[in-house]
């Protein structure tokens, strides 16, 4: 046996196998190959008594099992197979960070010429740059649990006309790469959230509103006591 793939023995005869299983199938994988998009099509049958699949490359002759994994890894929806990222950019390129609120001061930070991360609001100090990075790895990684659609009106039905907060992140040019907002609360667990570069609305995990609403002490660096010369 490789990956998962075994011959079915030729003392079963391999017509019979055909028909009785292969005949219709349960999944049909259709393949496109290569530059002259070359389609290629693997038949999965019906289920042996061993948790194993027959299955049939169309242009070859033998008949083979597969791995019930291989086949359960197959069985994808259309949500399944979609890009979930709410926001896609280079994490390389962020400058500035800014989150705006609806009953709280600016969280707002920015790198310095050395690549270090200082808070600019609500109050200027140093700040610990894991933090930093730390907030922009929750915004990279932000995934939808619904997709809702692209938006351009009616903004008020998700939340959206007053938004709970606004995320920016810039460039050194000052040029947005995100621009996210989020609007009330969706369900039990969930918050719609608009991508404001492509208008598109998700529902994504409640949980990244406490994510990106820093307490400012635990992001600021601790100031080096100053020693004095003897």
């Known amino acids: 046996a490789e990956d998962g793939i075994r011959d079915v023995e030729r003392s079963r005869g391999l017509g019979d196998v055909y028909k009785r299983q292969l005949t219709h199938p349960v999944i049909t994988l259709i393949l496109t190959i290569g530059k002259e998009r070359a389609e290629k099509q693997l038949l999965i049958g019906k289920k042996k008594k061993d948790d194993r699949y027959y299955a049939k490359d169309v242009t070859r002759p033998p008949v083979f099992t597969v791995d019930n994994n291989f086949v359960k890894g197959l069985n994808k929806t259309l ?11 280079n994490r390389e390129e962020t400058h500035s960070l800014t989150i705006t609120y609806k009953d709280k001061p600016t969280f707002a930070c920015q790198k310095d010429t050395a690549g270090d991360w200082y808070i600019q609001s609500p109050k200027k100090v140093k700040a610990k740059s894991w933090k930093i990075s730390s907030i922009i790895t929750k915004i990279e990684d932000l995934k939808a649990k619904k997709f809702i659609g692209k938006v351009s009106s009616k903004f008020h039905r998700y939340g959206l006309k007053s938004p709970r907060l606004e995320v920016f992140l810039k460039d050194k040019d000052g040029k947005k790469i995100v621009d996210i907002v989020f609007g009330k609360k969706a369900g039990k667990d969930q ?11 998700y529902r994504v995990d409640n949980s990244i509103i406490k994510d990106l609403t820093p307490d400012i002490k635990d992001f600021a660096a601790e100031e080096k006591a100053k020693t004095k010369a003897k």
């Open 191 to 201: 918050v719609y959230v608009m991508n404001r570069i492509i208008n598109w609305v």
């Open 79 to 89: 949500f399944d197979l979609r890009d979930k990222k709410i926001v896609h950019f």
